[in-house]
């Protein structure tokens, strides 16, 4: 095997375009799953069997079944829902890329939500009566202090969840879109190359992980500042 | 409440493939977990090495990528080290290989950590007792620490297991015939991608229940110690 370094240079810049619509897509994907995951963390720890079901419900389907099923049934299964194809639903449905943010949204809202409920669960109880001692009403408690401390305490767990993210937003080059694996994909079917451009892709993705971990450990000193002595 | 128009044993045929994937893929994935384990805790500084910089690119790395390169770059790579050893013949890895290298390769990545920090956790004395008894190591790692570590680790390869599970469908994007692969078939012919879709993640779900019900009934066989009091 002749190992090519001409054919990774040559096609480097496309690799980078893709590198930007990988990281766009995770970072929108990401921003809308926590908007999403907040009110299923809070619900999932009411009392009320009611209320938690329906995120129960939620989140099992979604950490239960594959990724590509569930951008499959969105891409590929809207069309069949009259609501959708006849409607201007329609018009974002046929759009892969809002399909891509659609699916991921909804996935890593699942998972951020359990780990935004375990650490609303891991909040000392100490905390929460000081504040119904002070009289805060639930609506200011929930604003004030258990998202505040929620944050502090998920964000290293959150930071995994991104990783698995961004591994995950390979699964956009299966319905057309061109991120880092669908542009790889595409190069390959030009130069046939496999090994050579998917090695630089999986380059390029070990840097993406390490460059969010970086921040990630950056943010965590930040929210998590109160704690540090000296 | 689903019509699946004759193709239920599509997909059933599909779940079937689903199953030996992941089962195969787990045997391997845990012989190189144990193995990975082994070399991180290894005296060897280079054994160290490989396995910490193994673990850290696969676990960066998208696992359909890997899928993707094993299964076009695998037969290219095979038939370079074949023609060093003097075989010129075409081969071909078929997408149920790479799908099991690859797949074992990411199990493999995630299972060294849990293994790892089970071989931490059983007592240093353990080995000392077995060594003062006259048990050469490799015995002594079947017999006395392996048993202990089965019931540290089982519930981290539990939920490795289940994340394997889901990978799986990975693969139907090099054309295995898997579950998923072949939800895309009766999709494609009966127009209603919706149902079956709904369906494939239905079966999913199935499946990964009853995974969930074997790892807790494997925990508690693990435990004997657990099981004893609850008796009577």
């Known amino acids: 095997m002749n190992w090519s370094w001409e054919v990774i240079w040559e096609y480097f810049p496309r690799l980078i375009d893709g590198v930007w619509l990988t990281l766009e897509l995770v970072f929108l994907s990401g921003i809308i799953g926590i908007i999403v995951a907040v009110p299923l963390a809070l619900m999932r720890t009411s009392k009320n069997l009611w209320i938690s079901g329906v995120p129960w419900t939620y989140i099992y389907f979604f950490r239960g079944t594959p990724l590509l099923v569930q951008i499959f049934l969105v891409y590929y299964g809207a069309a069949q829902l009259s609501f959708v194809r006849d409607t201007v639903l329609w018009e974002l449905f046929k759009e892969p890329y809002f399909c891509a943010v659609f699916a991921f949204s909804l996935n890593t809202a699942a998972y951020s939500a359990e780990l935004i409920r375990g650490a609303i669960q891991s909040i000392p109880k100490g905390e929460l009566e000081a504040a119904d001692a002070l009289g805060m009403s639930p609506s200011v408690k929930i604003r004030r202090i258990v998202l505040p401390r929620a944050f502090g305490i998920v964000i290293p767990a959150y930071g995994n969840e991104l990783i698995l993210m961004l591994k995950g937003s390979a699964l956009a080059s299966t319905i057309t879109l061109l991120d880092l694996t669908g542009m790889a994909r595409t190069i390959i079917a030009r130069t046939y190359t496999p090994i050579e451009i998917f090695t630089a892709a999986g380059f390029l993705y070990l840097l993406m992980a390490a460059v969010i971990l970086g921040i990630f450990r950056l943010v965590e000193r930040r929210f998590n500042r109160y704690q540090v002595r000296n | ?232």
């Open chain 2, 1 to 232: 409440m689903f019509d699946l128009q004759g193709y239920g044993h599509l997909l059933w045929s599909g779940a079937w493939i689903t199953i030996q994937l992941a089962v195969v893929s787990l045997f391997f994935g845990l012989i190189i977990g144990l193995m990975g384990a082994a070399a991180k805790l290894s005296s060897y500084r280079f054994l160290r090495w490989l396995a910490t910089a193994y673990t850290t690119l696969v676990r960066g790395i998208p696992e359909l990528l890997l899928v993707l390169t094993l299964y076009l770059g695998g037969s290219m790579l095979l038939m370079s080290i074949a023609s060093n050893f003097g075989y010129d013949e075409y081969i071909e890895v078929g997408s149920f290989a790479a799908g099991v290298a690859a797949l074992s390769i990411a199990f493999g990545a995630y299972s060294t950590e849990v293994f790892r920090a089970a071989m931490m956790a059983i007592p240093k004395g353990q080995w000392e007792a077995a060594y003062a008894l006259g048990m050469p190591p490799t015995k002594t790692f079947y017999r006395v620490i392996l048993p202990q570590m089965w019931k540290l680790a089982l519930p981290g390869l539990g939920n490795l297991f289940q994340v394997l599970l889901k990978d799986t469908a990975l693969v139907s994007v090099v054309g295995l015939n898997d579950l998923m692969r072949q939800a895309y078939v009766a999709s494609g012919s009966t127009k209603e991608p919706f149902t079956f879709y709904l369906v494939a993640a239905l079966i999913y779900l199935g499946m990964s229940a009853i995974a969930t019900l074997i790892a807790a009934f494997l925990e508690r066989a693990a435990d004997p110690a657990a099981n004893a009091g609850k008796t009577a």
